[in-house]
């Protein structure tokens, strides 16, 4: 099914806040964490989820506790999404000891997975089988749980795409998969990558319910999943949506991404999911100006705050892991 | 409890069908396994206990199907997934090596993955190149894999009881020629924990190792070799990773002579660690080069006498033990 | 796009004559094969392709001597239809020096590699990747051949179905995948096996021209494959044919088949290939009864014949072997 | 033809070149290899003097385009596929291990499949678990398959063209930290055939095995060495299969004391086999145990202190070397 804008009632101010907060958590976490990496604080890849933050915000906002997600290489917006601290990403990304992963994953394998966060991962498209296990484990314990399982464009020329979703489909389990379409893989077009660039098409054709959104509008992705949650929760299970959005910088940190054309970056610029979460909460939410400055001060020195915290921790001995893995 | 014959397949089910009862997050998923029982018969009679919710057959997706057992290990479930013929594992080997294998470290110790992936390799019975195989070597090299080859009824179910209840991703290797094989086995708990070699036979001339379908061709040439004096020690690791060192290391500190007997080709297969460790360990012990009896470097070939000629034989195995009790001499 | 019946005008004798004895000439091996199986003198897997026969033929009468073939577990249809002889097929089976493979591969290995037959494959799903690199071969080497590669329903649910084409769709490639939708792997149904049973959508998702037709119609099968081959060497490619049929007996001479139900194989049975293209010759290209009696009994002297050559052939010595595989 | 300083991944471009002006069926396919140039930058400018049709990107699809690139061997082409990092490679093992390597055989010996798989592995940079990898020791199991790891610009040229020549697949391993190291190379023909080990450094005393990015590393450890008045001999296989073991028993024969270094983990690995090949074949010219420096048995850590822990550094090399000059003394 293709594209769906319409929207029924006005949704609730908490949610257009948590949207929101969420969404400039994200945007502030990744060009904080830009910046230290700038100044040669981060080591490795870092994949920014810049302009791609209201999916993760919206998705994440109609799930529960109970239920799991399961993240990519650009994972930062689904970990903070998910409910994780900033503290103990940013300690990740310094590899501290205070870190989510102890300073052992990194940005590639960020994850609080007391959050039931599968993790994110650095194999393109290996995140989704074991997003399906993950609702399998829930359907074999009774469990009503849903997964939501983030993929990626580039992910669905992998194999994993058909067999996960596939099987996923034949038990009916109650599993979300959202490609963030950003229409790129590295520097590689998705024209380049495939014939049909309907990516949501490969979900019906092996008859899995299937939609396509704008996914620089959360609270469109917020809707969509939650309906997609709905549905799952009554055994019609899975629901696949491709969520169309874009990068707004390249690759990683150190791709300029000067390949991507100016006037089609302007046109998502100008359909930022942050200002549109933003908008909402002033236009529908009725929140003032200055409230929502405030809180967008609140979230920065949230982040300041825990860069500190970050950088005054130490990190793991090498006799701490040379005794942690001896047993490998 | 009463030991009673069982055969290998019978004692995997019965482990199998115990951790079930003990515990409902224990799962199985694989080809054909619900109705069909599989195509080993392990899993025979499991659908009718344990319902379609617990025992299901799948596409054909190995990738898909290993990673979906991460996943639901990650997710605290209790998943077995069985995969036909190890050769086919390969499918799923980003699973395995980076997922499975991984996830615990990259959480900083905190994620854990009890996965089991159940499997059979060896040749056997001409199913040729792409079903004949010994892979063990290529998941014994992979930190994070628990690496597990019964070679008895007896130790295939305590080894899968117990594979059931640690926190780690174990690479469960059974091998088709074992199926139809007997031995005492008890009735109810049996645990075997890893990392526990086991002497199969006592001996004091030199040193025999050996893991699945070789254990009983081993045990056949220390028969043939008792037959000529030798007393020869047969020693099943029973797991490979992790690998019971103190046990090797103490049986060579009693013969001084070691053969190691692996189906694998030779090429970087196990035997050639074990070697390389007990060379290092117990250099001054030994009174002769640790010799390997392997398969031929080459995939198996279909024809019935090339399969034998790529894989140990009993006579292979006796000619190599009277080999290293030899050499000094010879040297 | 579904099955298309209709068909214009008569088709030439040579080929009806050519797609009944290659139908035949399958149909005569596999059952003496299976003879051969239970006196004892094959050993390992044998997947016959009884009542699937119309595919093959079809299939490789459409294409030229340059054209590449890629084949699965069930392969020996395929090979003989692209040419090869019965001798040294039934020399394999029986483990001899003058097989194919000299007694290497065995029934899941077989192949004459000089007819451009990339083999069958004991790995579900492995031959399509195969099929599309030599498809990618002749386009670099400016070669209008077309590459087919036969594969199964079992296999639509592997990860190389999906990857593969896409690559072949991206390249435009020379490529024909041919479906033999059985409705079987083993004894899993297809409709346990996935949700959509229509496979040829799979490829339509992705945008590859794909078609649905009765895969027990050696003259459908045939007509469609040439109007792929047409296509591919106009540089249309690739096309996806889902060809439905059902297998006559077990998955394999060991599988009883049991749980085929008896209706559902009554209503292939009659609509069995080789009866097709029996009756197709005798009606459309006016062979007399008695002729095609001849031509059957040649073919089955042929088989015969070859069976006594096998068993006086020798086979590879172990000696040989070890020098063969020295340098591995 | 003059030598002139290039770096390893202008040498490894050079030799594609070469050998795609030479070779019509040469082509490459991979992740951003074309306009990009390939994240390592070895295929810049292939793309401008060879055309979309030899050089062409892939989406991600790892496992169809090792099945790729081994159909199109088999139709007679010479592929060359690039796999981004040597972790990824694990999603095409099925092709690699159950297709590359078993055509010959299974066709009798008449098909062939010259397939190179070039990719890279190794620690560097803080990549982590997933991409930090050192897996030679899964392909040197696997019979069939050709392993190469080149250390010096000069071996990578000469290599990778030798791999464009001969006829059975190639796993081409490069390091992701040699890409930018620099050495001498010919200009034009520059042919290294497999199997021929190069002596890096002359020496009597002990012989230092190593190859890839443990070259440089065990070079500098022979330089210290030198300092305090040890000779070590240095020698890099070049090529893991074939093996050039003359060489290497040439090398013990003169120094009877040998230690092995290699970045993958310990266990299991390719270390192990050659350890276990001369304790078997110069038993009696070991002064000393053979020594192994290798990975520790653990994913790669993040953390940039944990990461250099889990690899051999330089002085882990001279410690090793001189408990093998020492180990008579000590026992
Ligand atoms: C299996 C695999 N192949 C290649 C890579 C290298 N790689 C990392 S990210 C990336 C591009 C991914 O594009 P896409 O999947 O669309 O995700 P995006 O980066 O756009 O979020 C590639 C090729 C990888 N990590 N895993
Ligand atoms: C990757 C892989 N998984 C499992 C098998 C075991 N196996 C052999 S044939 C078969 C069923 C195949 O069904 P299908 O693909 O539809 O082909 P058919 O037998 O119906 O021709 C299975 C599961 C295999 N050979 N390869
Ligand atoms: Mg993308
Ligand atoms: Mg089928």
């Not at chain 1, 799930?63 to 993240?71: H, L, T, V």
């Not at chain 1, 795409?161 to 520097?187: D, K, R």
């Not at chain 2, 099943?236 to 190691?260: E, G, M, Q, Y």
């Not at chain 2, 009174?287 to 390997?292: K, L, N, Q, R, S």
């Given at each position: ?24 958590r ?47 290489h ?47 991962n ?7 089988p ?83 959104i ?6 469109l ?6 309906d ?52 909402n ?48 | ?49 344990f ?55 990259m ?42 080859m ?7 179910k ?35 924990e ?12 030199v ?25 020869a020690e ?29 189906e694998?080709v ?20 030994l ?6 009896v ?38």
């Open positions: 099914m293709a594209a769906d804008n319409t929207r029924s009632n006005t949704p609730p101010k908490e949610l257009l806040e948590k949207l929101f907060t969420t969404a400039f994200i945007r502030t976490f990744e060009s904080g964490g830009i910046k230290l990496y700038r100044q040669g604080l981060v080591r490795g890849y870092f994949h920014p989820s810049l302009g791609q933050e209201g999916i993760a915000s919206g998705a994440c906002a109609a799930i529960e506790d109970r239920d799991y997600i399961g993240s990519t650009r994972g930062h917006g689904h970990c903070i999404a998910r409910g994780a601290e900033i503290d103990g990403m940013v300690a990740e990304l310094l590899q501290k000891r205070t870190g989510y992963c102890k300073g052992y994953g990194g940005s590639m394998h960020i994850a609080d997975i007391t959050k039931n966060n599968l993790g994110a650095g194999i393109v498209g290996a995140g989704t074991l997003g399906v296990g993950a609702a399998l484990a829930n359907q074999v314990r009774g469990s009503d749980a849903v997964t939501i399982t983030f993929t990626t464009d580039g992910a669905t020329n992998n194999g994993t795409f058909l067999e996960s979703l596939n099987l996923a489909a034949i038990w009916n389990l109650n599993f979300i998969l959202i490609i963030e379409n950003n229409q790129y893989a590295v520097s590689t077009t998705l024209e380049e990558a495939t014939r049909d660039t309907d990516l949501y098409k490969r979900g019906e054709a092996i008859g899995v319910e299937s939609h396509q704008d996914g620089n509008d959360p609270l992705v917020y809707e969509t999943v939650l997609a949650v709905k549905k799952c929760r009554s055994g019609l299970g899975p629901v696949l949506i491709e969520a169309k959005t874009y990068r707004h910088s390249g690759h990683h940190v150190n791709d300029p991404g000067k390949y991507m054309p100016e006037e089609r970056l302007k046109y998502y610029m100008d359909r930022d999911p942050v200002d549109r979460a933003r908008d909460l002033i236009k529908l939410g009725k929140m003032s100006a200055e409230e929502v400055a405030k809180l967008e001060e609140e979230i920065q020195q949230e982040f300041d705050a825990a860069v500190e915290k970050a950088k005054a921790a130490g990190e793991i001995s090498v006799e701490e892991f040379q005794d942690f893995v001896s047993a490998y | 409890m009463a030991d009673r014959e069982l055969m290998y397949r019978e004692a995997l089910r019965e482990a199998l069908f115990e951790e079930m009862e003990l515990n409902d997050e224990v799962f199985i998923i694989g080809e054909g396994i619900a109705e069909r029982g599989g195509s080993y018969k392990v899993t025979e009679g499991l659908l009718a206990k319902g379609a919710l617990r025992v299901r057959d799948t596409p054909i997706s190995e990738a898909s199907m290993i990673g979906v057992g991460v996943g639901a290990a990650i997710a605290h479930a209790r998943p077995v997934v069985e995969i036909l013929y190890i050769d086919f594992a390969m499918l799923g080997m980003d699973q395995i090596v980076n997922q499975a294998a991984k996830f615990r470290l959480t900083g110790g905190e994620g854990r993955v009890p996965f089991v992936l159940r499997t059979q390799g060896g040749t056997g019975g001409g199913v040729a190149a792409q079903h004949s195989q010994s892979l063990e070597a290529l998941f014994y090299h992979i930190p994070g894999l628990r690496v597990v019964p070679s008895t009824p007896h130790d295939a305590g080894l899968l009881k117990y594979a059931l209840r640690q926190p780690d991703p174990v690479m469960f290797l059974e091998h088709k020629h074992l199926y139809m094989t007997k031995g005492m086995v008890p009735e109810g708990e049996l645990i075997i890893f990392g526990k070699a086991d002497i199969k036979r006592e001996g004091t001339d040193t025999l190792i050996a893991w699945s379908n070789m254990v009983p061709r081993t045990l056949e040439a220390a028969e043939q070799l008792a037959g000529e004096g030798i007393s047969v020693l099943d690791p029973r797991t490979l990773v992790p690998l019971d060192k103190d046990a090797i290391l103490a049986s060579v500190a009693k013969t001084n002579r070691v053969v190691i007997v692996q694998a030779r090429r970087g297969g196990v035997a050639s660690d074990i070697a390389s460790i007990i060379q290092q360990e117990a250099f001054y012990d009174d002769a080069p640790v010799e390997i392997a398969g031929m470097n080459t995939p198996i070939p279909f024809n019935l006498e090339l399969e034998k000629a790529s894989v140990p034989q009993t006579s292979d195995i006796v000619a190599a033990a009277k080999s290293v009790l030899h050499a000094d001499k010879a040297a």
